[in-house]
């Protein structure tokens, strides 16, 4: 699995400090998403990290 692209990142970071989108938003999203545990396990971390750092 590819790690994401370093502007990519940065942009859902900005989105999530300045309040464009909704942790439980993406979330639900994260979840209606199919993915093996790997790739899940590391969105939900970066989902998470985006918004403790706000």
Known sequence: MR???EKDLAYAH???KHGM???DTLLERLAETSLDA????LAD???DADFIAT
């Open 3 to 5: 790690p994401g692209r």
């Open 14 to 16: 900005s989105l999530a």
């Open 45 to 47: 971390a970066r989902i």
């Open 38 to 41: 790997v790739a899940r396990d």
């Open 21 to 23: 989108t909704l942790r």
